[in-house]
């Protein structure tokens, strides 16, 4: 491995290093390894100090752990980098994957999503559903958990992306090794997540916007209103993508989050030939994401500009837009300043572009 994806590996396993932050580095600096050397001086002006690095020693024992795996990493700004994923604003800095590459950049993908305690006949349906998919030259993109997931790769076969929460070499759950290994095979598994990471609650969001990311719908299946399965229909909504939601009984509680979704204006879906339908309008190349784009140069600015950007900041999460609005200043500066605080310890980021002191 090269020096420059080494760093750029190390850059993203960084503290305070999250998705935004990455790219508008990469925006500023041009590459991960002069970013680096930038870190400790961008924090400094941003009123505190830089936490300490990821370890050159463990980001080289990740790479040799993930070599010997038969993963490989996959790195924003590659060519190689979904289109799809790529355009979305929190797009994952480093990604590790094994199999089949073009099964997530030269076919149309469409995330199927549901319930871990899904109905036998849930199941049924998200299985014929998925076949019926990949038969139409689809890739269904899941997240390999029990339920409606399981059944969504089973029915997809060899035209499927499952997406995981934890390190490229853990099966969640456990049950599911043996399809997580078919999957990575013949298919092809993604993991945001170091090799050896385990599981933990906060990284299933995470995974969530990938698997809305990297497809033009998201269908949900079966799920309960407050659900994992909803978050990325939302996420998928939040990027301009469409949202389909199969109905079901108002009987149980398993099918209120799809009729919810649909009250709300998710297209609703009984068929595979629905789901062609919905998409068949839809060119990739056109597809955009609702944020704004992060990739242009940021600009330095005096103490008297940060001052008056950090005045307008409270523990209340407000649109960075806003505050280019009310400090009157060129978003690029903006966007400069609130990275130096972030470095430094002062600012939290939140979903939909927001912000706050931390």
Not at 220 to 248: H, M, Q, W
Request: aromatic share 4%; charged share 20%.
């Amino acid at each position: 491995m090269g020096q420059e994806r080494f760093d750029a590996i190390r850059l993203a396993r960084s503290p305070r290093i999250g998705p935004v932050t990455y790219r508008q580095l990469i925006a500023r600096f041009g590459n991960a390894s002069e970013a680096l050397r930038a870190l400790p001086d961008l924090a400094r002006r941003g009123g505190g100090k830089m936490r300490a690095l990821a370890d050159e020693r463990g980001i080289a024992a990740e790479v040799q752990r993930a070599e010997a795996l038969g993963a490989r990493y996959l790195i924003w700004g590659d060519a190689e980098y979904p289109v799809l994923l790529a355009e979305t604003a929190d797009a994952p800095p480093v990604l590790s994957y094994r199999g089949d590459l073009d099964l997530a950049r030269r076919r149309p993908c469409v995330a199927m999503v549901g319930a871990r305690n899904a109905s036998a006949a849930a199941c049924r349906y998200a299985r014929g559903l998925a076949q019926q998919l990949a038969g139409e030259g689809v890739v269904v993109v899941s997240g390999l958990a029990r339920g409606i997931d399981t059944a969504v790769h089973q029915g997809a076969g060899n035209r499927t992306i499952g997406v995981i929460a934890s390190g490229i070499d853990i099966a969640y759950p456990p049950e599911n090794a043996p399809l997580q290994d078919h999957v990575a095979s013949e298919a092809l598994l993604i993991a945001e997540q170091p090799p050896g990471t385990a599981p933990k609650a906060q990284h299933f969001p995470h995974r969530n916007r990938i698997i809305a990311g990297l497809s033009l719908a998201t269908v949900v299946v079966e799920a309960a209103p407050k659900s994992g399965s909803l978050i990325t229909a939302r996420l998928a909504g939040d990027y301009g993508r469409e949202v389909l939601a199969v109905p079901g009984s108002p009987l149980d509680p398993r099918a209120q989050g799809c009729n919810q979704l649909i009250r709300e204006g998710a297209t609703l879906i009984q068929s595979a030939t629905d789901i062609m339908e919905a998409i068949a309008h839809i060119d990739p190349r056109s597809v955009r994401s609702h944020s704004v784009q992060l990739e242009q140069p940021l600009l330095d600015v005096g103490e008297g500009e940060r001052d008056a950007v950090a005045a307008l900041l409270g523990p209340v999460p407000v649109p960075v837009d806003e505050l280019v609005r009310q400090s009157g200043f060129a978003p690029p500066a903006v966007q400069m300043l609130l990275l130096e605080l972030e470095l430094a310890g002062r600012l939290e980021r939140h979903a939909g572009g927001r912000v706050s002191l931390a």
